[in-house]
Nanobody, 122 residues
Framework: QVQLEESGGGLVQPGGSLRVSCTFSGGTFSDYDLGWFRQAPGKEREFVALAYYDSARTQYTDSVKGRFTISRDNGKNTVYLQMNTLKPKDTGIYYC???????????????WGQGTQVTVSS
């Protein structure tokens, strides 16, 4: 089955930058849309960004547009989230997810990673 593993989280100052990574295994990478959610303490998990299976289209929640960039490397089976101009409101656990694109052979529901902590504080 699909497995996802996040890395790259840590503590950064407001205005700083951080890149988190998610490695994919257990399936055909190009058959899946991959993206990121995040969850702050005491709050619901919220969508952050998505990179579609063909790497040509992306989607972001309004609060991160212009600051975050999602990308994927098909050779490394990895999706990245580059986070710039970080704010305290960006603090939370960042989770990678994978959805079958519907255009390949993959079937089933959404897969999740275990998450990586991002803390933005001075």
């Amino acid at each position: 089955q699909v497995q996802l593993e996040e890395s790259g989280g840590g503590l950064v100052q407001p205005g700083g930058s951080l890149r988190v990574s998610c490695t994919f295994s257990g399936g055909t990478f190009s058959d899946y849309d991959l993206g990121w959610f995040r969850q702050a303490p005491g709050k619901e998990r919220e969508f952050v960004a998505l990179a579609y299976y063909d790497s040509a289209r992306t989607q972001y929640t309004d609060s991160v547009k212009g600051r975050f960039t999602i990308s994927r490397d098909n050779g490394k089976n990895t999706v990245y989230l580059q986070m710039n101009t970080l704010k305290p409101k960006d603090t939370g656990i960042y989770y990678c997810y994978a959805d079958p694109s519907g255009f390949g052979n993959a079937v089933g529901g959404r897969s999740w990673g275990q998450g990586t902590q991002v803390t933005v504080s001075s």
